[in-house]
């Protein structure tokens, strides 16, 4: 009896609370509160979405070894499948048009080669062909700066008449560090705790990110030498960028937070606009961070026709080493002389998303906008990435977990936030929501929904419209 009035009840107050839900998830904000010719987008990257690992030709990547590698993924899954995009990828280009968004930032993967909707198209998104790895460690070795660009080249070559946007580097902080100092992504190189068998996590990642500038460099001056009078196209680079807030108001806490900073984007973008790294990384890391001839700078700098910003979240920064129990790591990370995190004693600076560093602060956008602004002469910016996750339970049905209307909230404060920087004269030209449908996340495997649109991994692949669809077709079509 107490059963069903309980059971009454809750029928009684779920509509409620759905109503409510609805009415918390309307909308502050739509396209025409952007400037006219800003790109509005949705962006995905090949490993994560194509699937088709042993068709048409294509050789493994590092991240087909990596993923195959037991221990290495959450679910313990791989992306033999992914969300197979490769053989669904009408269906999926119909969602976008139906959608209305303006354009599609893709990869294209490396092992693989060979509308109205523009592409974006990213060139390296971390699948390293596993020969090349094999042959001289990849990235650690300078010999991947004619690869790479002879890679590139035959994009230019084949598909330079239609694609004009391109991005060469997807997140090299990010590959860089989780790739060769915490062994969290492929190929898995350490030397920290003496988790890995090979590598070493106070010298690799400088080696590998001086590789990657010199070969983003030498392609960008391939392409304006050969192909940009031709075909008239842009080159960026996207960057991963937390937000880093002082923890406190102390001048330790207020370095610390600039310090991080200059690790995680100056380390890339202070090369490409200025000619070398930051002073606070030389000062730090020493002999340890490699030297650019005058003829690299010069190459280096004005590489660059916009700058690329993938950004989530934001964190606290203090004054600190990061340590393992005590233990001083003595790696890239660890150099910085900062703990970040995403709370303050007990407390977080924001809402949690589904993975673990993923905290919602809409007022980091605009922070981060303003801050580019300033120290890098207002450069044109495309935000490349933008977006949230919720978790694959095991248990939730479809019905639920279409309701998303926490991905809703976040992306209306991260629009209104990104206007507001537009307002305060920041030059923003483009935002790709990330991302068009749930795909395969790295080392989190397919445990984190990261889409507009669900896709049912036990029946099919098949997709359904999460709410969230409905909101930014409304945002897109909106006529004021
Ligand atoms: C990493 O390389 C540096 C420089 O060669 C060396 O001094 C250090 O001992 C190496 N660390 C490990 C863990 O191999
Ligand atoms: C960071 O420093 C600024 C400047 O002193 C201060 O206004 C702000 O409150 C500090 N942030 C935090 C979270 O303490
Ligand atoms: C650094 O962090 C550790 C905890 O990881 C803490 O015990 C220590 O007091 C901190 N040091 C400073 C200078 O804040």
Not at 230 to 254: M, P, R
Not at 312 to 324: E, I, L, V
Not at 341 to 369: C, D, H, T
Request: aromatic letters at 14%.
């Amino acid at each position: 009896m107490a059963l069903k009035k309980r059971n009454a009840i809750i029928n009684l107050i779920l509509p409620l609370i759905v109503l409510f839900q609805i009415q918390t998830c309307k909308s502050d904000i739509n396209r025409e509160d952007f400037p006219k010719g800003f790109t509005f987008g949705t962006a995905s990257s090949a490993f994560q979405v194509e699937g088709a690992v042993r068709e048409d030709g294509r050789g493994p990547s590092i991240w087909d070894t990596f993923s195959h590698t037991f221990g290495k993924i959450a679910d313990f899954s791989n992306a033999d499948v992914a969300v197979d995009h490769y053989h669904r990828i009408e269906e999926d280009i119909q969602i976008m048009k139906d959608l209305g968004v303006d354009a599609y930032r893709f990869s294209i993967s490396w092992s693989r080669i060979f509308p109205r909707i523009e592409p974006y198209v990213t060139i390296y998104h971390w699948d390293l062909p596993q020969a090349l790895h094999d042959k001289y460690l990849g990235w650690l070795s300078d010999k991947i700066i004619n690869d790479f660009a002879n890679y590139a080249e035959t994009l230019f070559q084949k598909f330079g008449d239609r694609v004009k946007q391109w991005i060469t580097f997807n997140e090299p902080q990010a590959f860089t560090i989780q790739g060769y100092d915490t062994a969290l992504h492929a190929p898995g190189r350490c030397s920290i705790l003496r988790l890995c068998k090979a590598g070493n996590s106070s010298t690799e990642p400088y080696i590998v990110a001086h590789n990657v500038l010199r070969s983003h460099a030498t392609v960008a001056d391939i392409y304006k030498r050969k192909y940009k009078k031709v075909q008239g196209g842009s080159l960026g680079v996207a960057f991963n960028v937390i937000w880093y807030e002082n923890a406190t108001n102390s001048q330790k806490d207020i370095d610390a937070a600039q310090r991080a900073q200059d690790f995680q984007l100056g380390w890339f973008l202070d090369p490409l606009m200025f000619g070398d790294y930051p002073s606070s990384m030389r000062t730090r890391v020493g002999d340890r961070l490699p030297k650019f001839s005058e003829a690299e700078s010069a190459l280096l700098k004005g590489s660059l026709d916009f700058v690329g910003i993938n950004h989530y979240t934001t964190f606290y920064a203090r004054d600190n080493y990061t340590n393992f129990l005590g233990i001083i790591l003595h790696d890239a990370v660890s150099d910085s002389g900062t703990i970040t995190l995403p709370f303050k004693g007990l407390k977080s600076i924001g809402e949690r998303a589904n993975s673990i560093w993923l905290y919602i602060v809409p007022q980091g956008m605009r922070s981060l906008m303003n801050y580019i602004n300033k120290k890098y002469g207002n450069p044109p910016v495309v935000i490349t990435e933008n977006g949230m996750d919720d978790p694959n339970g095991p248990f939730t049905s479809i019905r639920d977990a279409v309701k998303d209307e926490k991905r809703i909230r976040y992306l209306n404060g991260y629009l209104s936030a990104l206007r507001d920087s537009i307002k305060d004269g920041c030059n923003v030209k483009g935002y790709f929501v990330w991302s068009i449908l749930d795909n395969w996340e790295w080392s989190a495997g397919y445990s984190s929904r990261f889409g507009l649109y669900y896709v049912d991994y036990k029946n099919k692949l098949k997709r359904y419209p999460k709410d969230s669809v409905e909101w930014f077709k409304k945002f897109l079509k909106a006529k004021k």
